[in-house]
């Protein structure tokens, strides 16, 4: 039985969001984000670039980048992924935020809100 989720979710499918990133020595950047929340976002990661991005392993300088969002430097946990194995050349990212700042919460808060009056409504599972 899945487990409610404590924010509502958008589907991003605008194609304007994208993130950058740092996980240990390398530097990742035009990630799509699929999927994003106050909790978390769902991300896709070129599989050659994803040696070592496991659950458990921790996102630093994750920047949300779109017009309506400020360029706040974020740390994540990724929670689980999806794909990447041999064949493939993607994967996906389920990352938990680690605590927003209160500046990227408000922002953020209010892009999903404008986002589902406009788009859909929340993807509760």
């Known amino acids: 039985m899945d487990t409610p989720r404590r924010f509502p979710r958008i589907s991003v499918v605008d194609g304007r969001l994208t993130a950058s990133l740092r996980t240990q020595e390398k530097h990742l950047a035009g990630l799509r984000v699929s999927s994003l929340s106050l909790g978390g976002l769902f991300l896709f990661i070129d ?3 994803t040696p070592g991005v496991v659950a458990g392993r921790r996102f630093e300088e994750l920047i ?4 309506d969002l400020p360029s706040t430097h974020l740390a994540a946990t990724v929670m689980r992924t999806l794909g990447g194995g041999p064949g493939m050349d993607i994967m996906g990212c389920g990352a938990r935020f680690d605590p927003l700042p209160e500046d990227m919460t408000q922002a953020l808060g209010a892009y999903i809100e404008s986002y589902l009056k406009e788009n859909e409504e929340p993807y509760i599972p």
Do not use: A, F, R, V
């Open 64 to 67: 949300l980048h779109h017009p």
């Open 47 to 49: 599989t050659s670039h």
